[in-house]
Protein backbone atom coordinates (compact mmCIF):
# COMPACT_ATOMS: atom_id res chain seq x y z
CA UNK A 1 0.00 0.00 0.00
CA UNK A 2 1.54 3.54 -0.84
CA UNK A 3 1.94 5.62 1.54
CA UNK A 4 0.47 9.57 1.83
CA UNK A 5 2.63 12.49 1.27
CA UNK A 6 2.41 14.67 4.16
CA UNK A 7 1.50 18.53 3.26
CA UNK A 8 4.66 21.08 3.15
CA UNK A 9 3.13 24.17 1.82
CA UNK A 10 -0.43 24.01 4.00
CA UNK A 11 1.88 22.66 7.09
CA UNK A 12 3.37 24.88 9.94
CA UNK A 13 6.83 25.01 9.23
CA UNK A 14 8.51 23.81 12.27
CA UNK A 15 8.33 20.32 13.36
CA UNK A 16 7.91 21.64 16.98
CA UNK A 17 4.50 23.78 15.74
CA UNK A 18 3.41 21.01 13.33
CA UNK A 19 3.19 18.81 16.30
CA UNK A 20 1.13 21.19 18.29
CA UNK A 21 -1.52 21.83 15.57
CA UNK A 22 -1.74 17.78 15.07
CA UNK A 23 -1.82 17.46 19.00
CA UNK A 24 -4.46 20.01 18.70
CA UNK A 25 -6.58 18.09 15.94
CA UNK A 26 -6.54 14.90 17.78
CA UNK A 27 -8.05 16.44 21.06
CA UNK A 28 -10.78 18.06 18.46
CA UNK A 29 -11.00 14.64 16.96
CA UNK A 30 -11.67 12.65 20.33
CA UNK A 31 -13.70 15.69 22.18
CA UNK A 32 -15.74 16.85 19.01
CA UNK A 33 -18.43 14.16 19.79
CA UNK A 34 -20.79 12.61 16.51
CA UNK A 35 -20.54 14.44 13.23
CA UNK A 36 -22.71 14.58 10.26
CA UNK A 37 -19.85 15.68 7.51
CA UNK A 38 -18.22 14.28 4.89
CA UNK A 39 -14.56 12.84 5.10
CA UNK A 40 -14.26 16.45 3.03
CA UNK A 41 -15.90 18.77 5.23
CA UNK A 42 -14.69 17.51 8.17
CA UNK A 43 -11.06 18.97 8.02
CA UNK A 44 -12.54 22.49 7.29
CA UNK A 45 -14.66 22.45 10.42
CA UNK A 46 -12.05 21.01 12.84
CA UNK A 47 -9.95 23.87 11.24
CA UNK A 48 -12.73 26.12 12.32
CA UNK A 49 -12.89 24.48 15.98
CA UNK A 50 -9.00 24.86 16.14
CA UNK A 51 -9.59 28.41 15.33
CA UNK A 52 -11.70 29.31 17.90
CA UNK A 53 -11.75 26.55 20.84
CA UNK A 54 -15.58 25.89 19.94
CA UNK A 55 -17.24 23.10 19.33
CA UNK A 56 -20.60 24.62 18.67
CA UNK A 57 -19.12 24.59 15.11
CA UNK A 58 -19.60 20.99 14.89
CA UNK A 59 -23.32 21.49 13.94
CA UNK A 60 -23.51 25.36 12.90
CA UNK A 61 -21.96 24.67 10.33
CA UNK A 62 -23.51 23.79 7.12
CA UNK A 63 -22.10 22.89 3.20
CA UNK A 64 -23.85 23.25 -0.15
CA UNK A 65 -23.69 19.97 -1.55
CA UNK A 66 -20.91 21.40 -4.14
CA UNK A 67 -19.18 23.57 -1.64
CA UNK A 68 -16.17 21.60 -1.08
CA UNK A 69 -15.54 20.76 -4.67
CA UNK A 70 -16.48 23.86 -6.13
CA UNK A 71 -13.51 25.42 -3.95
CA UNK A 72 -11.06 22.99 -4.81
CA UNK A 73 -11.57 23.13 -8.17
CA UNK A 74 -11.08 27.05 -7.73
CA UNK A 75 -8.06 26.54 -6.11
CA UNK A 76 -6.85 24.08 -8.11
CA UNK A 77 -7.21 26.09 -11.46
CA UNK A 78 -4.49 28.43 -10.29
CA UNK A 79 -6.54 31.44 -11.56
CA UNK A 80 -8.78 32.37 -8.31
CA UNK A 81 -8.94 35.04 -6.13
CA UNK A 82 -9.98 35.88 -2.33
CA UNK A 83 -12.61 38.86 -1.93
CA UNK A 84 -13.36 39.62 1.31
CA UNK A 85 -15.06 41.90 3.15
CA UNK A 86 -12.47 43.11 5.57
CA UNK A 87 -9.05 43.91 5.52
CA UNK A 88 -8.41 41.16 8.13
CA UNK A 89 -9.46 37.93 6.03
CA UNK A 90 -6.95 39.30 3.06
CA UNK A 91 -3.71 40.02 6.33
CA UNK A 92 -4.98 36.71 8.03
CA UNK A 93 -4.54 34.44 5.16
CA UNK A 94 -0.83 32.57 4.76
CA UNK A 95 1.00 34.63 2.16
CA UNK A 96 3.25 31.47 0.82
CA UNK A 97 -0.07 29.12 0.76
CA UNK A 98 -2.17 31.71 -1.50
CA UNK A 99 1.37 32.01 -3.94
CA UNK A 100 1.59 28.43 -3.65
CA UNK A 101 -1.69 28.23 -5.49
CA UNK A 102 -1.30 31.99 -7.07
CA UNK A 103 -4.37 33.25 -5.29
CA UNK A 104 -4.70 36.86 -5.12
CA UNK A 105 -6.65 38.56 -2.44
CA UNK A 106 -8.64 41.66 -2.73
CA UNK A 107 -11.00 44.51 -0.29
CA UNK A 108 -12.42 47.30 -0.75
CA UNK A 109 -13.99 48.66 2.41
CA UNK A 110 -11.49 51.61 2.92
CA UNK A 111 -11.39 52.94 -0.24
CA UNK A 112 -12.45 56.51 -0.57
CA UNK A 113 -14.95 55.94 -3.50
CA UNK A 114 -16.55 52.93 -1.79
CA UNK A 115 -16.98 55.22 1.42
CA UNK A 116 -17.95 58.21 -0.62
CA UNK A 117 -21.02 56.10 -2.43
CA UNK A 118 -22.18 54.46 1.22
CA UNK A 119 -22.54 57.94 2.73
CA UNK A 120 -24.27 59.14 -0.49
CA UNK A 121 -26.45 56.44 -0.81
CA UNK A 122 -27.26 56.11 2.64
CA UNK A 123 -25.92 52.48 2.62
CA UNK A 124 -22.86 50.89 4.45
CA UNK A 125 -18.97 50.87 3.11
CA UNK A 126 -19.67 46.50 3.17
CA UNK A 127 -22.51 46.68 0.29
CA UNK A 128 -20.30 49.46 -1.57
CA UNK A 129 -17.76 47.37 -1.52
CA UNK A 130 -19.04 44.21 -2.87
CA UNK A 131 -20.65 46.38 -5.67
CA UNK A 132 -17.13 47.52 -6.35
CA UNK A 133 -15.93 44.15 -6.28
CA UNK A 134 -18.57 42.64 -9.05
CA UNK A 135 -17.84 45.85 -11.46
CA UNK A 136 -14.69 45.46 -11.75
CA UNK A 137 -15.43 41.48 -12.46
CA UNK A 138 -13.88 40.47 -9.62
CA UNK A 139 -16.52 38.12 -8.09
CA UNK A 140 -17.37 35.55 -10.90
CA UNK A 141 -14.86 32.88 -10.16
CA UNK A 142 -13.63 33.91 -7.18
CA UNK A 143 -13.90 32.73 -3.00
CA UNK A 144 -15.76 35.39 -1.71
CA UNK A 145 -15.16 34.88 2.19
CA UNK A 146 -17.83 37.23 4.01
CA UNK A 147 -16.77 37.35 8.30
CA UNK A 148 -17.71 40.87 9.75
CA UNK A 149 -20.50 42.11 7.70
CA UNK A 150 -23.83 41.02 7.34
CA UNK A 151 -24.61 43.84 4.97
CA UNK A 152 -21.68 42.78 2.56
CA UNK A 153 -23.61 38.96 2.74
CA UNK A 154 -26.83 40.30 1.79
CA UNK A 155 -25.84 42.90 -1.03
CA UNK A 156 -23.60 39.50 -2.34
CA UNK A 157 -26.61 37.53 -2.32
CA UNK A 158 -28.86 40.60 -4.35
CA UNK A 159 -25.51 40.25 -6.89
CA UNK A 160 -25.95 36.73 -7.36
CA UNK A 161 -29.72 36.83 -8.43
CA UNK A 162 -30.37 40.11 -9.88
CA UNK A 163 -26.72 40.73 -11.64
CA UNK A 164 -26.17 37.09 -12.18
CA UNK A 165 -22.87 37.00 -9.94
CA UNK A 166 -20.86 33.68 -10.17
CA UNK A 167 -18.36 33.31 -6.88
CA UNK A 168 -17.15 29.92 -7.59
CA UNK A 169 -17.59 29.70 -3.64
CA UNK A 170 -19.16 31.98 -0.73
CA UNK A 171 -17.64 31.13 2.54
CA UNK A 172 -20.19 33.00 4.57
CA UNK A 173 -19.68 33.69 8.27
CA UNK A 174 -20.44 37.40 9.55
CA UNK A 175 -20.52 37.40 13.54
CA UNK A 176 -23.15 39.75 14.97
CA UNK A 177 -26.53 40.87 16.83
CA UNK A 178 -28.02 42.84 13.54
CA UNK A 179 -28.88 41.06 10.32
CA UNK A 180 -26.14 38.40 10.95
CA UNK A 181 -28.40 35.33 11.60
CA UNK A 182 -30.54 36.54 8.89
CA UNK A 183 -27.74 36.97 6.27
CA UNK A 184 -26.74 33.13 6.78
CA UNK A 185 -30.11 32.00 5.98
CA UNK A 186 -30.57 34.00 3.12
CA UNK A 187 -27.29 32.62 1.97
CA UNK A 188 -28.22 28.70 2.34
CA UNK A 189 -31.57 29.47 0.50
CA UNK A 190 -29.47 30.09 -3.19
CA UNK A 191 -28.75 27.38 -4.89
CA UNK A 192 -27.19 28.46 -8.32
CA UNK A 193 -23.66 28.80 -5.90
CA UNK A 194 -21.99 26.54 -3.38
CA UNK A 195 -21.24 28.21 0.15
CA UNK A 196 -20.13 27.36 3.48
CA UNK A 197 -22.23 29.21 6.30
CA UNK A 198 -22.31 29.07 9.81
CA UNK A 199 -25.71 29.24 11.01
CA UNK A 200 -26.79 31.87 14.07
CA UNK A 201 -24.82 34.85 15.43
CA UNK A 202 -21.40 33.11 16.12
CA UNK A 203 -18.72 33.86 13.35
CA UNK A 204 -16.09 35.86 12.57
CA UNK A 205 -12.99 36.82 9.73
CA UNK A 206 -11.01 33.84 12.10
CA UNK A 207 -13.69 31.38 10.82
CA UNK A 208 -13.08 32.57 6.93
CA UNK A 209 -9.15 32.35 7.49
CA UNK A 210 -9.52 29.01 9.00
CA UNK A 211 -12.05 27.79 6.65
CA UNK A 212 -10.01 28.83 3.52
CA UNK A 213 -6.79 27.72 5.01
CA UNK A 214 -8.53 24.10 5.64
CA UNK A 215 -9.22 24.18 1.30
CA UNK A 216 -5.70 24.66 0.91
CA UNK A 217 -4.39 22.01 2.90
CA UNK A 218 -6.90 19.79 1.29
CA UNK A 219 -6.27 21.10 -2.49
CA UNK A 220 -2.41 20.31 -1.61
CA UNK A 221 -2.99 16.74 -0.27
CA UNK A 222 -5.14 16.07 -3.90
CA UNK A 223 -2.23 17.62 -5.54
CA UNK A 224 0.31 15.00 -4.02
CA UNK A 225 -1.63 12.48 -4.15
CA UNK A 226 -1.93 13.26 -7.99
CA UNK A 227 1.74 13.94 -8.63
CA UNK A 228 2.54 10.31 -5.88
CA UNK A 229 0.05 8.41 -8.93
CA UNK A 230 1.60 9.64 -11.80
Keep these: MTQAVANVVTEQLTAAGRAIEHDSFAVIDREAGPYAYTPEQWPIVRRMIHANADFDFNGLTEFHPDAVVAGLAAIAGRATRVVADVEMICVGLSAPRLAHFCVTTHQFISDSDVIELAKAENTTRAVQAMRKAHRQGLLDGAIVGIGNAPTALIELVRLIKEEGARPALVVGMPVG ?54
Design 177 to 230: FVSALESKDLMALETSVPWIVIRGRKGGSTLVVAAIHALLGLAEAKELAKEQAA
